[in-house]
């Protein structure tokens, strides 16, 4: 299994600190993740979240460093947001940095993060 961060690209330099800055929750939601360059559709599973970003479970992954439109459908709600690739596992799934989503969407993402249980770090 390979992994690949941002900080082993020129694409970024987070950092596992910056990855948790915020509380991870625990959720099982459904994803449809677009390449904001070429359209490129990919669905998954989030199972976990938090308010800066989220992790998506699917076989197929894109490259580190990709911008994405991110839709989580939860609870007949959706969150929608533009986000970025910062980690990927191969054939498992990568961590996803929300970069801009509207006030409203992120009262979405809190009223879920209201219900879910927190994940240790």
Not at 30 to 41: C, H, P, R
């Amino acid at each position: 299994m390979m992994l690949r961060t941002a900080s082993d690209s020129t694409a970024g330099s987070v950092t596992s600190a910056d990855r948790r800055r915020t509380p991870r929750y625990g959720v099982v939601a459904i994803a449809d993740l677009t390449d904001s360059e070429n359209g490129k559709l990919l669905s998954g599973t989030i199972t976990q979240i938090s308010r800066s970003g989220c992790y998506v479970d699917s076989p197929k992954t894109l490259p580190v460093g990709t911008s994405l439109k991110v839709i989580i459908f939860r609870d007949q709600q959706t969150f929608v947001a533009k986000a970025n690739v910062i980690h990927v596992q191969e054939q498992m799934g990568m961590g996803v940095a929300f970069l801009d989503a509207g006030r409203d969407q992120f009262e979405i993402l809190n009223s879920w993060l209201a219900e879910l249980p927190s994940l240790r770090p």
